[in-house]
């Protein structure tokens, strides 16, 4: 991960179920005493893990994606509409149960994790925003952190900052972290930085420990 020690701010994308090596710069930053601000000011990027994450499912890589309301216009993350008639929420769970349901600790989570999924929440920023809630408390971390209020590009941001909001690629994937157990990881071998919800069904309580690696 990038040396953040002479940094003094942080800036993050907002994603869904981020992956492992966006929670591990989390902490990162969070144990260092870095200002933590989340973009919510930018356009929506397509193809980006803003809308999507990766899953070992039982056939290998799996790629989840909320489908988002189309619009003829330039469109604001901030503004961006979940398409909730396709029952997406149906499809990605049970997706998670067929790929985890045997892992140590889906059980552990299954119940508060469901509660909040099923939401219908409209606003894919705000859906995301509870989403990252829920997984810093399971985490046992607190992110205290500020929003954006305009856009500023990298070459424009304080020299004091990290720019974070181009560095999970879902095109060019990190290969981040050490082998852990995984579900399916004797058929297929180990898949690295997957959504943090592979970390945390796996390992649990130790997901902390791995992140800090």
Known sequence: MLNTLHKDIALFPIFYFPPISWWAAMVECLKNDIHILLEVQENFPKQTYRNRMEIYGANGLLVLSIPIQKSDTSRKYAATQVCNRENWQMIHWKSLEYAYRASPYFEFYENKLKSVFFSNQKSLLTFNLEMITVIAEFLSIKIPFTTTTSYTLGCDLHSGALDYRDYFSAKEKLHWGKPYTQVFGEKFGFLPNL???????????????????
């Open 195 to 213: 959504s943090i919800l592979d970390l945390l069904f796996c390992k649990g309580p130790q997901a902390k420990d791995y992140l800090n690696q």
